[in-house]
């Protein structure tokens, strides 16, 4: 009897073991399983802002090349050239301006004049 006893206290002690470790595992999947959805939502959510904010970028994007194109439609090139001419006018200019300001003020001396 005390055989029986024993080998019976054993059966349920495994048996309470495998209930707690079912019981935990049971727990542990369930934890997954939520935390998976929450993660598969937040992942949603993000991809969602992205989508978003790349229609956006290419909204605004599509908005600024329109308003360029008007601008440029605006403006208009009467004359075509490069500014070097506009240089070359402005350099002769100055060097006139110098060549007069040293005629003016030119000093010589009395030997000189007499030679």
Do not use: C, H, P
Request: charged share 50%; glycine share 4%; net charge negative.
């Amino acid at each position: 009897n005390r055989k029986e006893a024993k080998k019976k206290a054993q059966r349920e002690a495994r048996q309470a073991r495998e209930a707690a470790r079912e019981a935990k595992e049971n727990k542990k999947n369930t934890y997954d399983e939520k935390r998976a959805a929450k993660d598969a939502e937040r992942e949603a959510k993000e991809a969602a802002e992205r989508q978003a904010a790349a229609a956006e970028e290419e909204e605004l994007r599509k908005k600024e090349d329109e308003e360029a194109a008007q601008w440029m439609n605006l403006i208009t090139v009467d004359e075509g050239g490069s500014g070097e001419a506009e240089l070359a006018a402005e350099d002769q200019g100055l060097l006139g301006r110098f060549v007069d300001f040293i005629k003016e003020r030119k000093t010589v001396l009395l030997e000189e004049v007499a030679a």
